[in-house]
């Protein structure tokens, strides 16, 4: 069951704003991936640097990526669509040198093209060119990979096709299946954010996470799954705002319960939008574990049961109804023990108890106080004790009070 985690983007927590320095925090973390943004466009000044991060991450066995620009109009006339894909080819060739795995990119508003088949069938043929040129970027090097090791054995980054949190953007979940089921090389980018906003919030429990995943299962037959995931605000099927994960009716917990019970078949690339970025990636880090702890208990309870069946010779079954039982009686003691006393009646306002009379008309006991005790006539005829005595005599009497009063009281 692997799963990487990452940041898209720098650290927070980095001092230095390099991919390079952003790694070396990311590995300190113990996280395993990260995904370069490029926002509006590739600059040609941050190629040095990209080639630093690709040497690093060949070295170390870390997983890079890479997102495209994020304004892009693929379903746009001739125009936008050329400007459009001369980001893409500058984001394609940053990929090729930062060692990428994934290429992550949108498609943009639907534009004139109608919704369905004729819009999928405009986004496929512009993907299978995207695929034909990331293929010919990956092997253009006729030298022996000099500047670029990673390129001789490896093999090209995966085009990756997004899905959208808006309506009137190209890209629902089934429209990115249908252009990725038909288009070698692509792979479907599953925005968790955005699918839940478009389903207006679709994912709330481990079921609708297994359903999903089953679908892309059964739909392009893939086990390797790249994946977004982030708070979302929402409203009427769109996506609002990234926002932190706590903060979100997305939550993170039913995705750690499927990944640790349901998901041993994955192999998922995770991704942190969140404006926290490794603070919530850490934070899903931790959700995974709490979960493969509680998987672990649960099997530690179901081993012991089995085994205590086995020695009273009944059914596991048997052994979990009757535990059941148990801790129903235990469950009903200890309500009883918290019941609070029963509220008094008028009568018992009106009229006073044994116990209020006592106290309402003190009798012996202050009979006894207001006459001195045999042992103080002692103590004042004989004046042979010390002051010290006489208080611990007057002490003394003290304690002979109480137990009369205890009398009285029974």
Known sequence: MPVKLGPAGVPLSC??????????????????????????????QHFEQYWQAGVLAHKADFEMN???????????????????????????QAAKTINARHVTLHTGHYGDVSRGQVANSQVASVFKGIVQRIHDIWNDDEEIYPVFPWLKEGTPAKIGVETSGRQEL????????????????????????????????????????????????????????????????????????????????????????????????LDMTLISDSPLLEHDAMYMVQNIERARHRQLERKAREDRRKALAAQANI??????????????ARAKDALANVQPA??????????????????????????VVAKPAATEEVVEDSKKTTKKSAKKEEDNDDLFTVEEEDDDLF
């Open 15 to 44: 001092k230095g704003r390099t991919i390079v320095e952003g790694m070396d925090d990311i590995i300190s973390l113990g996280l395993e991936t990260m995904e370069v943004q490029t926002v509006r466009m590739v600059a040609p």
């Open 170 to 265: 190209w890209g629902s979940i089934e429209e990115v299946l249908e252009v990725v089921n038909h288009v070698e090389g692509t792979i479907p980018v599953l925005n968790l954010a955005h699918i839940h906003a478009r389903g207006h919030g679709r994912l709330r429990t481990s079921e609708d996470y297994g359903e999903l995943f089953d679908q892309v299962r059964e739909t392009i037959g893939t086990k390797q799954f790249y994946c977004h995931f982030s708070g979302v605000e929402h409203r009427m099927g769109n996506a609002m705002h990234y926002t932190q994960i706590k903060k979100s009716d997305l939550n993170f917990e039913p995705l750690a319960e499927f990944i640790i019970e349901e998901g041993a078949w």
């Open 342 to 367: 029963p509220a008094k009646t008028e009568e018992d306002v009106a009229e006073p108890t044994a116990t209020e009379e006592v106290v309402a008309k003190p009798a012996a006991t202050e009979e």
């Open 315 to 328: 059914t596991p079954e048997e052994m979990a109804a009757r535990e059941a039982e148990v801790a129903a």
């Open 66 to 92: 890479i997102h495209g620009p994020y304004y892009t109009e693929l379903l746009g006339n001739r125009l936008q669509r050329n400007r459009s894909l001369a980001k893409v080819e500058a984001a394609l």
